[in-house]
């Protein structure tokens, strides 16, 4: 049994999982050989999938501090992926220890490392769901317990959005969530795209990759103008829906040579 209550037998080895193949990518070890496998070959054919993958971890600490930053005391964290410190709570923290942070993800290996790294201090919380079920995912105790739905809330959607099909109506699904949160919530996501890279440098043959292995989900790469469509009925913050290391740099703006390495949008919108 894992920590949350769950039985590692649950943890399914035989197909790639998104998140395990991410945890490759950014160099972790959480992960099995038939993640492994996987995630090579994408790096094999489309080498770019790292820079992307490190460029979505650290735009997503930019944005949580953002978040922190401009008053927001509560997250909600779905597709939180296998923890990696600094972890969502670990980086609002720094800016206030009185944030909480609800997370939530699809892998029951995630689970497994939930009471040693995303869990403490009774201001974070973890349970598995799938973003796909927005109603049992927002009526869960665990977000009864953390999250008062009468104050601005943090919802973060990074990096999972592209794993989800046209017919599972992502805009859908954002808007579901959107609907449950008061005015003046934040939404951080970030979405891949094949805007900066033709289909010459490997991409398209590395999104293959996730269905020709059998992987737990799709990858689905989309334009600008859909990944804008899913920020309806909010208003972005500056500097807009950017390639992740335009968005707010902690240092001096990023060169051309590391723009187009990155294939990834990412923003934040005020809910209206």
Do not use: C
């Amino acid at each position: 049994m894992t920590d949350q209550g769950f039985p590692t037998a649950e943890i399914d080895t035989s197909r790639p999982h998104p998140a395990r193949m991410y945890d490759y990518y950014l160099g972790g070890k959480d992960n099995y050989e038939v993640d492994r496998v996987a995630a090579q070959q994408v790096i094999d054919l489309f080498p770019d999938a790292v820079p992307s993958a490190l460029g979505n971890r650290a735009f997503m600490h930019r944005a949580v501090r953002f978040l922190a930053e401009s008053g927001v005391r509560q997250i909600i964290d779905i597709g939180t992926g296998i923890p990696t410190a600094p972890n969502t709570h670990q980086v609002a923290h720094e800016v206030s220890p009185d944030i909480k942070v609800a997370y939530v993800d699809n892998d029951p290996i995630v689970a497994t490392h939930a009471g040693a790294h995303l869990l403490g201090a009774g201001n974070t919380g973890f349970f598995l769901a799938d973003l796909r079920d927005p109603e049992s995912i927002l009526s869960h105790p665990t977000i009864g317990r953390l999250i008062d739905f009468d104050q601005p809330v943090g919802l973060m959607l990074v990096a999972i959005l592209h794993f989800i099909r046209d017919d599972e109506d992502p805009a859908g699904l954002v808007a579901a969530y959107r609907d449950a949160l008061p005015a003046g919530s934040r939404m951080v996501l970030s979405h891949a795209t094949a805007d900066f890279h033709p289909p010459e440098t490997g991409s398209g043959d590395a999104i293959d990759v996730y269905r020709q292995s059998k992987a737990t989900a799709t990858f689905n790469l989309r334009a600008r103008a859909e990944v804008l469509g899913l920020f309806d009925g909010f208003e972005l913050v500056d500097p807009g829906l950017v390639q992740l290391p335009l968005w707010r740099p902690d240092g001096p703006a990023p060169a051309e040579q590391e723009l187009a390495r990155v294939g990834i949008y990412g923003g934040v919108g005020i809910k209206n």
